[in-house]
């Protein structure tokens, strides 16, 4: 069994869309979690820790927590998967009738549906919480669906898809950060004048540990531990 957390970076205010899912095999939770709460301190001891935090004063303990994923992928434990959709490309009225939530739900079905490719298991999905006309039930489903018909997968993998508040979950937090540091790197806010220093190193220190030397290519398929999926728009 594996659990599933996901979420996206900013939908409107950069080209690329980046979504990202922190995956750890369920068993491995606990001790997850435990090594998060303790690489936080003594600098982090309450709050939600997030991308958008990270500041020189906090550098150190964010690295730390990007640590904490690496040392449970190392055992591979935990993987971190990243879908990344060119906004420019995107077009709602000619394929989701004219509704962005829709598109945005159909990236979510393609990033989960990438995880019953990679894994034979059962899955357990956590998204961020976020308001809309979608159900999660439904999006279920129809993934469980698509897995019949497409993987020949009859015990259907998804057995749970629901909404978790980030705030109360440090997996959604480890994510935030994971997610973040690939978005930083593709939407090149590294190089503006005015480009936070502390998240320069913190996303050069995730792309060095992940071993990404650039996010234009699709990782290669023999590697599951850390994978960036450039989506390609029809």
Same mark, same amino acid.
């Given at each position: ?114 995880? %019953? ?5 059962? &899955?357990? !999905?956590?998204?961020?919480? +976020?308001?809309?006309?979608? *159900? $999660? ?57 005015? %480009? ?5 190193? &913190?996303? !050069?220190?995730?792309?060095? +540990?992940?071993?990404?030397? *650039? $996010? ?19």
């Amino acid at each position: 069994m594996r659990d599933i957390y996901a979420d996206e970076s900013s939908q409107t205010q950069h080209r690329y869309l980046v979504l990202g899912a922190l995956t750890v095999r369920t068993d491995a939770v606990s001790n997850l979690v435990t090594a998060i709460r303790a690489a936080r301190l003594p600098a982090l001891p309450h709050g939600e820790m997030k991308w958008t935090k990270v500041s020189a004063a906090k550098l150190e303990t964010y690295r730390a927590v990007a640590d904490a994923f690496f040392a449970s992928s190392d055992r591979d434990v935990a993987h971190f998967h990243a879908l990344i959709i060119d906004t420019s490309r995107l077009n709602h009225g000619r394929f989701n009738e004219g509704d962005r939530e829709i598109g945005f739900s159909k990236m979510v079905f393609q990033l989960l549906y990438k995880h %019953a490719r990679l894994y034979p298991e059962r &899955l357990y !999905a956590y998204l961020d919480s +976020r308001t809309t006309r979608q *159900s $999660l039930e439904s999006v279920r489903f129809m993934l469980n669906r698509r897995c019949a018909t497409k993987l020949g997968r009859q015990e259907f993998p998804f057995r749970r898809v629901v909404f978790r508040d980030s705030k109360e979950s440090d997996m959604l937090q480890l994510n935030d950060i994971l997610l973040g540091a690939v978005a930083w790197v593709k939407n090149g806010h590294g190089q503006r004048p005015d %480009a936070s220093v502390a998240k320069n190193d &913190l996303a !050069a220190h995730v792309m060095a +540990r992940a071993g990404l030397r *650039s $996010l234009d290519a699709d990782t290669p398929r023999n590697r599951t531990r850390f994978t960036v999926w450039n989506f390609r728009l029809s």
